[in-house]
């Protein structure tokens, strides 16, 4: 019987929820902080795809050679590909796994070897799993021997304790899967609870410093989320980069600089209601210079609240996290954004400030 599955496919996907809920319509699971990767096995034939359908066999030989040894002949699983360093996730050590040269990937898998996480599964033998409630395949996700398989519990108590826990081992938080729900590619239907708000967001342009030459030091970066309709929103910047970070920036970026014809956010590509950077304000009576660049670069940035509705962005200048190799700019997307906490204001005005 042929494999129902066959790479690439989209993972199930999560949403931002802040508290993790009572009741026992949910299976837990750390949040590990690493690529995601499904894995499928055919035989001989192995394949380590990332959240974007690319193939990631290249970069993770050891983890190939890890899995060939220990996964039944036909599988296809869901997980996490992590570095572990000093007792601790290091996901700076597994970003630096993407590289062009294969020797230094040879020399890094040695030096920093990565390792599979599993949390779900979606085929095993001829029997297809993706129809099934998590419940049934999470048992029949432990029967499988000899995998790192995540750890997870139906008790809320539990799920608060790991969230608290295991940050000092570098997760990133919780992951809420409802019980009764078969696996659905592309969707978020699982709920994630993480210790900061951050965001994935495109990088589609940057400002130059302004104490220096433009093309010598970036000031600011721009940032981009998709709507629904697939539109690019300008929702802030991440800046507050040391001097020599500046510098270096402007050197690795500077391939991606374009005449911004086809840009998003030039010419006939604006679109009605889209939010754009520069435009004159009621603070600023110029527009602010800015130079467009490739959309081919993706940067996690920590945020603290988002305003002005929807398409909304970011309040205060958002810092930056990290950047995310992993991830492709089309998946940026507004749905992976807490939603800002609702106030009374009449509440407020009392001195009796709660949630609406």
Known sequence: MARMLHPPIQPMLARAVKTIPDGGDLLFEPKWDGFRCLVFRDGDELTLQSRAGKPLNRYFPEVLAELG????????????????????????????????????????????????????????????????????????????????????????????????????????????????????????????????????????????????????????????????????????????????????????????????????????AVVEGQRLPGGITRWRSTEHEWVPLKLERVVEVAYEHTEGGHPGRFRHTAQFVRWRPDREPSSCGYAQLDEPARYDLDAVFKGEVRTA
């Not at 608290?164 to 919780?174: I, P, W």
């Not at 940057?206 to 539109?231: C, F, I, Q």
């Open 69 to 268: 040894a220990k996964l039944p002949e036909r599988v296809v699983l869901d997980g996490e590909l992590v570095v572990a360093r000093g007792g601790r996730l290091d996901f700076d050590a597994l970003t630096e796994r993407i590289h062009p040269a294969k020797s230094r990937v040879t020399l890094l898998a040695g030096q920093t070897p990565a390792t599979f996480v599993a949390f779900d599964l979606l085929e095993l033998g001829d029997e297809s799993f993706v129809d099934e409630p998590t419940g049934t395949r999470r048992a029949a996700l432990e029967k499988l021997t000899g995998l790192n398989i995540t750890p997870a519990t139906t008790d809320p108590e539990t799920a608060r304790h790991w969230f608290t826990l295991f940050e000092g081992a570098g997760l990133d938080g919780v992951i809420g899967k409802p019980l009764a729900e078969p696996y659905t590619p592309g969707k978020r239907i699982m709920a994630k609870y993480k210790h900061a708000r951050t965001a994935d967001c495109v990088v589609a342009g940057l400002r130059w410093h302004k104490d220096s030459t433009p093309g010598e030091a970036v000031g600011s970066l721009l940032l981009g989320l998709y709507d629904d309709a697939g539109v690019l929103h300008h929702v802030g910047v991440v800046g507050s980069f040391p001097v020599a970070r500046r510098r270096e920036l402007a050197g690795e970026l500077a391939e991606l600089i374009t005449d911004g014809e086809g840009h998003p956010w030039l010419g006939d």
